[in-house]
């Protein structure tokens, strides 16, 4: 006897959905606000629970759709408003967070903690914090070692530079409700006497790093404590980070008049910056919305009296250590400074509001991860199509004038963020990531089908510009590929192709028709791998192969589920194109087309798994369950938005 399964649902789109609301839509409340935000999975991953920009602002594009929010426009409109809370200031923040947590001391002197947004570990034996984001894909890495430190003072006349990490005694770990710190303590010794050269002790050094669990923020507090009958002179303790040449990076120093880049030597030590600062950032190269950072800001900036870089071979930064200065320490009293320290793993070249409030008030922005959101281009086109339906009419339940006049500002404010990360100071040409670069294209053209205003031509033009750049050519050739990378992604080229089909119209730009065929004709299918029960399994689908600098290929295909829904909407708007007379190619390119689009729609069958709350769309053919970028995907492959987009006002 067999057990036949559920027949589909009449409505796929209102099943998936009724997923959506019942198990990824939670409660969430920050900044004093309460609203809806779709979480990350639906049961904590990993002991985490995310809400993702991007990821929600995915979600609003399909909610957006006019009969999608006219059924329910008070929860489409409550994602709105979290997508707005998390970019009210000149930067999109990645994500908001559940507090949490965890400390192990696996041995006396080897630590691990994790927050909501990182990890710490080290060996505080030997004065060594490291760090590093948290991801749920397997991009953890180191990207900030908090170590390095020299103390200097004058004592009987003689001047004395001792190494913190090598005179540490006491160390551990200590915990409190909110917080964990760490700390070593390094004892001081040295001669106290003009005429013995015996050391004694002459004080102790304390260092804490305060790790909360509802925070990205690090407080490091730093302690000198002069023994008694001893008075310590020309005062120097240090605040310090070292092993900065794994990756290139940049030094950026702010101060009442602005930031500036400091030189740096071509080798060697040198100071870099005389008297206070207000924040000083050590930012990796790469694509802004990737390339992580450290952001240093003093709590008492008058007591700063130099900064110095120590740069490795090939002018690659490698130690950067701040000096704090004190006058003297009288017996038996302490010079203390500390600094809140903020990793992201993303952001703006030179830092920016929506990066200094949150360093300069953690509790203020209590769970919120400031680094820049992934794609930006997710968000303004989901502020896009919601602002041109309500403009346009599209809507039973209309938007207020007032909320309709800030979405616009809204969208012109971020706009301007996307291009200021797209064409950094100093770059040699736009800094491309091709996903986000598409879907600006594509809000770009929304708000200029609905407005009609001129600046949305050229801000989509110059964007165009930037897109046709990343498309190789050579053994690559149609592939798009993001600035500084050596492959392509199966959805930065799906997002591409998407973006040329919604522009390929019948008085578009001329380059678009040849770029499209280039990027169809370099699908292919293939055999990429995946893990089942510790065994690597074929996996046979649509792929992408890169030639990489040193020769060997790469390929990636349509195992992830939302890759696959991002290609079928843009095959089935290609496939529109071609009923509209604008693409005219051979019947063999469209009979391709056609079967590439069917292999789509049965990978989406694959994974799509029926339950009592609507129909999930799994992550991919081995995973048990969505995510708040999946679900949406999958949906808005599935109605193609495109296909039935309001009456424009501009061509």
């Known amino acids: 006897m067999s057990i036949s399964a559920p027949p589909p649902p009449a409505d796929p789109i209102a099943a998936g959905l009724a997923f959506l609301k019942a198990q990824l839509a939670k409660p969430v409340s920050f900044q004093g606000g309460r609203t809806l935000a779709l979480a990350e999975t639906a049961q904590p991953f990993n002991n985490s629970r995310w809400y993702w920009t991007d990821d929600n602002a995915k979600a609003l594009e399909l909610l957006a759709q006019p009969a999608i929010r006219d059924a329910d426009p008070g929860f489409t409109d409550q994602i709105l408003d979290f997508v707005l809370g998390m970019s009210a200031s000149d930067l999109i923040w990645r994500r908001l967070a559940e507090p949490q947590l965890q400390a192990s001391q696996p041995a006396p002197q080897v630590f691990e903690v994790v927050n909501p947004f990182h990890r710490f570990w080290g060996d505080l034996s030997r004065g060594m914090v490291l760090q590093g984001g948290r991801f749920n894909d397997g991009r953890d890495r180191e990207a900030a070692a908090h170590t390095g430190n020299l103390v200097e003072f004058r004592l009987q006349g003689r001047t004395h530079c001792i190494d913190v990490e090598d005179s540490i005694a006491e160390h551990g770990m200590l915990r409190t409700p909110e917080a964990v710190v760490l700390f070593h303590e390094s004892v001081l010794m040295a001669p106290n006497s003009r005429f013995n050269n015996r050391p004694e002790r002459v004080g102790t050094l304390r260092y804490e790093y305060i790790i909360r669990a509802d925070s990205p923020v690090i407080q490091l507090k730093v302690r000198l404590r002069a023994e008694a009958g001893v008075t310590l002179k020309a005062v120097r303790i240090t605040t310090a980070c070292d092993n900065l040449s794994e990756r290139t990076r940049h030094c950026r120093i702010g101060t009442a008049a602005g930031y500036v880049t400091p030189g740096l030597p071509a080798e060697g030590q040198a100071y870099i910056h005389t008297g206070p600062f207000r924040q000083l950032v050590l930012q990796e190269a790469g694509l802004g919305n990737y390339a992580h950072a450290l952001h240093i800001q003093p709590q008492q900036p008058e007591a700063v009296k130099t900064v110095s870089a120590t740069v490795a071979g090939e002018g690659q930064l490698h130690w950067c250590l701040t000096r704090y200065a004190a006058d003297s320490v009288p017996p038996g009293g302490e010079f203390a400074i500390s600094e809140n320290r903020l990793l992201v793993t993303g952001g703006t ?12 008030d953690p509790a203020g922005h209590a769970c919120i991860d400031p680094s820049a959101s992934y794609d930006y281009g997710a968000e303004l086109n989901a502020v896009a199509t919601y602002w041109a339906h309500a403009t346009l009419g599209s809507y039973r339940h209309p938007v207020a004038p ?70 190789k050519d050579g053994a690559n050739d149609g592939l798009f590929v993001d600035s500084g990378g050596i492959v392509a992604h199966l959805d930065c080229h799906a ?104 292999l789509c729609q049965e990978r989406l069958a694959m994974t799509a798994r029926p339950t009592p709350d609507g129909i999930e769309h799994l992550t991919s053919p081995t995973a048990g369950e969505t995510n708040s970028e999946t679900q949406p995907w999958v949906l808005l492959g599935l109605i193609a938005p495109e296909l039935s987009q309001p009456a424009a006002a501009a061509a």
């Open 495 to 598: 997002a591409a192709i998407l973006a040329l089909a919604r522009l390929a119209r019948r008085d578009g730009d001329p380059r678009l028709p040849q770029a499209l065929r280039r990027a169809l004709h370099a699908l292919r299918l293939g055999t990429v791998t995946m893990q089942r029960d510790g065994v690597t399994l074929p996996f046979d689908t649509i792929t992408l192969r890169s030639r990489k600098p040193d020769g060997d290929w790469y390929e990636e295909g349509a195992f992830w589920t939302y890759k696959a829904g991002l290609l079928l909407r843009a095959l089935k708007l290609v496939r529109a194109r071609r009923a509209e007379g604008v693409l005219a190619w051979l019947p063999e390119e469209w009979d391709r087309l056609a079967m590439l689009t069917r």
């Open 349 to 360: 070249p030179v830092p920016t509001p929506g990066v200094e409030a949150p360093l300069r």
């Open 402 to 471: 007032a909320r309709l006049a800030m979405l616009k500002s809204w969208f012109d404010r971020h706009l301007d963020g996307f291009f200021a990360f797209a064409t950094p100071a100093g770059h040699a040409g736009p800094a491309v990531f091709v996903r986000g670069i598409s879907f600006v294209l594509l809000a770009l053209d929304t708000m200029l089908q609905a407005s009609g205003e001129a600046r949305y031509r050229l801000a989509r033009d110059a964007a165009l510009d930037m897109l046709l750049q990343a498309q």
